[in-house]
């Protein structure tokens, strides 16, 4: 993988959100009448945009889902924000990457204003030339939108650059504008999920794809 700019999502592709997202979702759910007690049940959400997931998972209209991001924002900014954590390997993959001379990016659905607390608080923020993500009135969750927009404004060629992720919407993101794509395995999306979208590479766990990187 020749990339010298490399994009990386952030759920479930350098941390392990499951407690906090779920416990966040559970909360706005509780808040809307809805009782699920049963935190696997919502492992869903983590990845798609959260308005979108809302309507989609639950049925809400577009008012109902905007009065549960709410109520989800209530308790993450406070509390789910920091019940996450970097999977293990993904800091030796960054130094790797940077020793490399490569510009990393993050391109995330979440609000760039959790997204930027998240890689400070866990100390990898430093890696990263700029954090992307959306705004709170929901600009940008679209991760088509998120990437032509972060290369117009960073200028990268799309033949030099790599999105890495765990879902569709990035491989789907990647792929519409230009880039290829490295699928990881170790996140929330399913194989299935994943091969449909036809990656341009597939990488089960985080040493494999920084072998992936130390072989170029």
Request: charged residues 25%; glycine residues 8%.
């Amino acid at each position: 993988m020749h990339h010298p700019n490399v994009l990386f999502d952030l759920d479930g592709t350098l941390t392990d959100p499951r407690e906090g997202i779920t416990r966040s979702i559970q909360f706005a759910l509780s808040q809307l009448g809805i009782d699920e007690p049963d935190l696997t049940r919502l492992e869903h959400f983590i990845g798609p945009p959260l308005l979108q997931a809302f309507m989609q998972f639950y049925g809400f209209d577009e008012a109902k889902a905007w009065e549960a991001v709410n109520f989800y924002r209530e308790r993450f900014k406070v509390t789910g924000l920091y019940e996450n954590r970097v999977f293990e390997g993904v800091m030796p993959l960054l130094e790797t990457l940077g020793n490399q001379g490569r510009q990393l990016y993050i391109a995330t659905s979440k609000p760039w204003i959790f997204a930027r607390e998240i890689a400070r608080h866990f100390d990898f923020a430093r890696h990263f030339k700029v954090i992307y993500g959306s705004e709170l009135d929901g600009t940008r969750t679209n991760k088509v939108e998120l990437i032509a927009h972060l290369l117009a404004e960073e200028g990268l060629d799309p033949a030099n650059t790599l999105m890495i992720g765990d879902r569709k919407h990035d491989l789907i993101g990647a792929r519409s504008n230009g880039l290829d794509a490295a699928a990881v395995g170790y996140g929330f999306g399913s194989r299935e999920e994943l091969v449909a979208e036809s990656p341009a590479y597939h990488f089960q766990t985080v040493d494999e794809l920084h072998q992936a990187f130390l072989r170029t």
